[in-house]
Structure formats: structure tokens, C-alpha cells
């Protein structure tokens, strides 16, 4: 228990061991011991046999799927979450509430409802899927069916990270900026951006760890081909799951674990670095 | 803003009135169509088909169910979030990071794992499973985790555990922790201090956290997919929608997207709280200033 001494100074606040004590009682009970189960059941296999099942091919095509397609949701969802953030912060216009409460929708609407409406909605026979699907392009079932999904559930991340950082942001400097001759364009690229960038990319940090294991939007939109390259790693480790293979199961899900563990950490040290520049100021 | 010239002044309105339009399009595009759309769906057999949809003996079934799993997973992630911020902003103490970084974990990781987690620990393979059977002999019980509703139970407490610690940490870090400081040293006890002074902070956050997590807890489908097989036994709402819709027929369809109907305007109630709630905390600061 080395790990969670307290500092040595006065505490005059009750109730630290008992409060620790629940605390890491019920982390330990309800989410790092049967995660841990994941693990110990996978170092019972080999390395080569861990190495096969994770290089199967099917499973290297649904990281290949997963990574790419949240890469691409998160890209795009930093661009929009930008913009709306800047919306929303900088401007007044009616219904602004309400679009400000509607960020947060992915949040709310549980994920299988989103899944099979969105999945409805792009199929042929949906609007506006018919639309593209008259023009030759079709969405559902493919990976531009992924990607949309991925973008529907990651949108109030990037939008909630940049916020916050934008409300603080003191008109000030761009009104210097302009009177001192920068154009807007130089403004926003030299002194806005960089405030706003470790915020961007925290919000794109947490999209994309959210995409690469999302399940229940994305299934019923992305198809499940093995052929067409549009299963998703949760799809995968669920069909693991129902074929009994738990060994394969638990393999992937480690590699999965590990990259969301090492997004996890990338985004706090960002975040970190940030409050501790803030409180040098 | 007059300290732009009129021509800077009108490019910026011009700028303005762009992203508003982006953003508008966007949200409309990406967030109302689909709520738009569940209803539209939801209603293609008439108004009689739909009532009929959701009286089912597996929508029932699947309504208790989830309102089980729901009512537990909110008590024990309440009472956990209370304490842990409590631990969390009212103290100091090494290994502080990697605490709140570890209560976030459910929230980053793929909620398949969460029920592939339990599984294994619960599971025909899990090292857990022994213990449950020697208890089962021991007290004559057949209590069963894995595929039966203390799984679902679970993996609900599982994946919406960080919810409610989540939305009251970041009140308690800007409230600071003098006052209580200064009630403990004028002799009042823990539990005095947290009524009293504590509670009137986190109120409003504890109910939206507690509304979030509700609005989660319904609305989970990995994890509890993965530890859920039997319709009309273990079966929550969304594995229900889950079942309707993968049943292929048109009707049945229908009936998936009538469901789904009472979870959207779940959603929107949560929505709706979540503005007002905003909205008040946000006045309160400005008078406060």
C-alpha cells in the first residue's frame, strides 16, 4: 500500500483511510480484478500461440479496420468539433441551447438504437441512403458505414475537450493580434490554435480509443464481412465469445486492451502538461 | 467589437455565418435525422402496431430485467462516486493519478472486454467459478453469474461505473476544500461535514451524474450482450431491440424501432435535465461574480 501513503502533512479532513478504503475496495471488486482474469487467462498462453491467433488474418483485418476507420472518425470529428466548439463559444444565435444539448446525444442514446437507425437510415432503402445509392455509392455495409457511426459517437468528445479551453480564452489576444496587423487567418494559426491544440488532440485522443472498441453502433451498419474487410475487433472477440474460443477471445482483447491503456496514458500526460502550464501562469 | 474597421467587421460576419451554417447542418445531418428517423420507423405499421410492439412478453420480460440491472448498477456507482471524489479532491496523497486514471478505465475500453472480463472471472474457466460452485453446495443455492441476471447486473455496474465520480470531481476541485477544513477544526464530524457543507456543492452534479448514469445503464448492449443469451430471461431492452432487429422480417423491425423509442426519449429527458441544469449552474456563477 506504499503506492497510496498520504503526504506528510497535517490532514484535518476526516475520513481519509475510510474513503480510500471503499474507494479501492470497489475499484479492485467490480473492475480491475475480473479485468484482471483477462490477463492472467491470457499468459497462460504460449508466445506462439498468442502470436498466432493475434495474426490470424481476420483479426489483423478487424484492427486494420477498426484503427483506420476511428483514425478517420476522430480526424474528421476534431475538424467539426472544432468548428462547433468555436460556434458555440464565440457566437449568439437562436436555438444555441439547443444545439449545445444535442452534442451530447451520442452520450445519452443508447448505442444499439443509434446502431440500427443509422444502419436503416443509409441502407438503400433509407433516407439518405437511397439518395447516395442511387448515385452509386453505397454506405451501409461498407467502411464509410463504420466511419459515420464512429463519427455519430465520437462528435461530444472533441466538441467537450475544445470548449472549455475556448471559453477561457480571453478575446484579448486576438483583438491585439488584429491591431497589431495580423490577418485573421495568421491569428488563428499562431495564437489561437496552439492554446486550443492539446485540448484538440486530448478530444481526438479519446474519439479514436472510443471508436477502435466501439460495438453497438457499429455492427449493424458495418456488415460483419470477413470477405469485405468490415469487422470490427469488438465483432470479432464477440464471435470468439459465441464460438466457445475463448482463448482467441481473450488474445485479441489484450491487444485491444493495451491500445486503449496506452491512448489512456498519452491523454493524461497531455492533459497534465497542460494544467501544469496553466498553473506556472 | 468596434475596435474592428467596417470591412474587417463585415468579413467576420461573413466567417459567422459560415460555421453557424456548418455546425447547424451538422448536427442536423448527424444528430436529429437519426432521432428523427427512429420515430418515422417506429411508427410504419400505425399507432395500434406500436403499442402492440412494446406489450410483448419479451419486451416486459426485458423492461424488468433492465430496470433491475439499473436500479443496482446507479446505487452502488452513487455510492462509489460519492466517496471516491471524496477521497479524490479532499485529500492529498501519492498514487492520486493513478487512482482517477483507473476509475476511468470503463470508459475507455471496449465494453465487449467488460463482459469478456467477467466471463472469465465468473465463467466455466474462471478461477471465480469454483468458488461460486462451493458455495452453492455449501448453502444448497444455485446461484448462477455468467448468462444469468447477476452477470447482466454486473457488467451494467461495470461499464457506467465512472459515471457519477466523473461529473462531481470537477465541482469539488473548483469548490477547494477550506470550508471544510474549517468545519473540521471547529469539531464537526465527517458525516456532519458532508451534509452540510459539502452536499449543498455537488447536488446539482450528483443528480445529473446519477441521470447520466441511469441514461448508460439502460442503454448498455456490448458488455451485456456478451454475458446474456436467454430472450425473455435475461434479455435488457436494447439486447431485445438487438433480437427484433435481427429477426429480419419487416414487422419485426418495425417492433425493434418502437422499442427503441422509449430509449430516445429516455435520452431526450436526459438531455433536456442536463440543459437545465447547466443553465443554473452557470447563472449561479455569474451572480456569484
Not at chain 1, 468539433?81 to 444555441?96: E, H, M, Q, S, T
Not at chain 1, 478575446?171 to 488563428?188: C, P, V
Not at chain 1, 499562431?190 to 485522443?205: A, N
Amino acid at each position: 500500500m506504499a503506492l497510496f501513503k498520504r503526504n506528510k502533512q497535517v490532514r484535518v479532513i476526516p475520513g481519509f483511510k475510510l474513503t480510500l478504503g471503499i474507494t479501492i475496495a470497489l475499484l479492485s471488486l467490480l473492475v480491475l480484478i475480473p479485468l484482471a482474469s483477462v490477463l492472467v487467462y491470457s499468459f497462460k498462453l504460449s508466445p506462439s500461440e498468442f502470436w498466432k491467433l493475434i495474426t490470424a488474418s481476420n483479426v489483423l483485418n478487424a484492427f486494420a479496420t477498426s484503427i483506420v476507420c476511428a483514425l478517420i472518425a476522430a480526424l474528421i470529428n476534431s475538424v467539426f468539433g472544432l468548428i462547433l466548439a468555436w460556434v458555440l463559444v464565440k457566437y449568439d444565435f437562436p436555438g444555441k441551447r439547443i444545439l449545445d444539448g444535442l452534442i451530447e446525444l451520442p452520450f445519452a442514446l443508447p448505442t444499439a438504437v443509434a446502431g440500427i437507425t443509422l444502419s436503416k437510415m443509409y441502407s438503400d432503402t433509407g433516407f439518405p441512403g437511397s439518395f447516395f445509392s442511387s448515385i452509386g455509392l453505397d454506405i451501409s455495409y461498407t467502411k464509410i458505414g463504420i466511419v459515420i457511426a464512429l463519427i455519430f459517437i465520437g462528435i461530444p468528445f472533441t466538441v467537450r475537450a475544445v470548449q472549455p479551453v475556448l471559453e477561457k480564452l480571453d478575446n484579448q489576444y486576438e483583438e491585439a493580434a488584429y491591431i497589431l496587423g495580423s490577418s485573421r487567418r495568421r491569428t488563428f494559426r499562431k495564437v489561437i490554435f496552439p492554446e486550443l491544440f492539446p485540448s484538440l488532440l486530448t478530444g481526438f485522443g479519446l474519439a479514436l480509443a472510443r471508436g477502435i472498441g466501439e460495438y453497438g453502433s457499429v455492427i449493424y451498419i458495418s456488415g460483419n464481412s470477413a470477405k469485405d474487410n468490415t469487422q470490427v475487433v469488438s465483432y470479432v472477440i464477440m464471435q470468439k465469445l459465441e464460438r466457445m474460443d475463448y482463448a482467441s477471445a481473450t488474445a485479441i482483447a489484450l491487444v485491444l486492451l493495451i491500445i486503449s491503456f496506452v491512448l489512456l496514458f498519452v491523454i493524461n500526460i497531455i492533459q497534465i502538461r497542460r494544467s501544469r502550464r496553466i498553473s506556472v501562469r | 467589437m468596434e475596435i474592428f474597421d467596417q470591412k474587417e467587421a463585415r468579413s467576420r460576419k461573413i466567417t459567422k455565418y459560415i460555421l453557424i451554417g456548418l455546425s447547424v447542418l451538422f448536427i442536423a445531418v448527424m444528430l436529429i435525422l437519426p432521432l428523427a428517423s427512429v420515430i418515422v420507423n417506429s411508427l410504419r405499421e400505425g399507432v395500434d402496431y406500436y403499442f402492440k410492439a412494446l406489450s410483448t412478453d419479451y419486451v416486459t420480460s426485458a423492461l424488468v430485467v433492465t430496470f433491475i440491472a439499473t436500479v443496482i448498477a446507479v446505487a452502488v456507482n452513487t455510492v462509489f462516486g460519492l466517496v471516491a471524489s471524496w477521497v479524490i479532491t479532499k485529500f492529498d496523497f501519492k498514487g492520486k493519478n493513478v487512482l482517477s486514471t483507473l476509475i476511468d478505465i470503463p470508459f475507455s475500453i471496449s465494453p465487449v472486454i467488460a463482459g469478456l472480463a467477467f466471463i472469465m472471472t465468473f465463467g466455466r474457466l474462471g478461477w471465480a467459478s469454483e468458488i461460486i460452485d462451493s458455495i452453492n453446495s455449501a448453502l444448497g443455492t444455485d446461484i448462477q453469474i455468467v448468462f444469468a441476471i447477476p452477470g447482466v447486473v454486473l457488467a451494467t455496474i461495470f461499464v457506467t461505473f465512472p459515471f457519477v465520480s466523473r461529473e462531481i470531481v470537477p465541482v469539488l476541485n473548483t469548490v477547494g476544500k477550506d470550508e471544510e477544513e474549517a468545519a473540521s477544526i471547529l469539531g464537526a464530524g465527517g458525516f456532519k461535514i458532508f451534509r452540510k457543507i459539502t452536499f449543498p456543492h455537488i447536488k446539482w452534479a450528483l443528480v445529473y451524474g446519477i441521470i447520466l448514469c441511469t441514461a448508460r445503464a439502460l442503454g448498455e448492449f456490448g458488455a451485456v450482450h456478451a454475458l446474456s443469451k436467454t430472450r425473455g430471461g435475461t434479455f435488457t431492452l436494447p439486447l431485445e431491440i438487438d433480437a427484433l432487429y435481427m429477426s429480419g422480417s419487416a414487422d419485426s423491425i418495425t417492433a425493434a424501432f418502437a422499442v427503441s423509442s422509449l430509449l430516445v426519449l429516455i435520452a431526450v429527458a436526459v438531455l433536456i435535465v442536463r440543459n437545465v441544469f447547466e443553465f443554473r449552474t452557470k447563472s449561479k456563477n455569474r451572480k456569484g461574480k
